[in-house]
């Protein structure tokens, strides 16, 4: 599978932005997805992750009660609803496969990344 993300930009505080991941392949619907994400001089971390047929979800803290991942299986396709955002939400955000059926937290579960998308949130 091959991971093409889409969807970053420069946005306000407290403004939206939906961030999208297309998905090449057809064993899509086999993989675990998660969204990580990269603010400048910090490591990478787990954002988000939807297990192989959408029916599991889970978020980190800091964004648990803003931010939403959902998956469309028959348009190969992952998206994060990122709701009031805030300046600590500046990074690069990542798409990223497992192909374990649920992802987990950790980046070394997941084989496959996309190559990033900038998210800007200005205060």
């Known amino acids: 599978v091959q991971l093409v993300e889409s969807g970053g930009g420069l946005v306000q505080a407290g403004e939206s932005l939906r961030l999208s991941c297309a998905a090449s392949?057809?064993?899509?619907?086999?993989?675990?997805m998660g969204w990580f994400r990269q603010a400048p001089g910090k490591e990478r971390e787990f954002v988000a992750s939807?297990?192989?047929?959408?029916?599991?979800?889970y978020y980190v803290d800091s964004v648990r009660s803003r931010f939403t991942i959902s998956r469309d299986n028959d348009k190969n396709t992952v998206a994060l609803q990122m709701n009031s955002l805030k300046s600590e939400d500046t990074a690069v955000y990542y798409c990223?496969?497992?192909?374990?059926?649920?992802?987990?937290?950790?980046?070394?579960?997941?084989?496959?990344w996309g190559q990033g998308t900038l998210v800007t949130v200005s205060s």
């Open positions: 990223a496969a497992s192909s374990r059926s649920y992802g987990g937290t950790s980046s070394g579960l997941y084989e496959t």
């Open positions: 392949g057809r064993t899509f619907r086999r993989y675990a």
């Open positions: 939807i297990n192989y047929n959408g029916g599991s979800t």
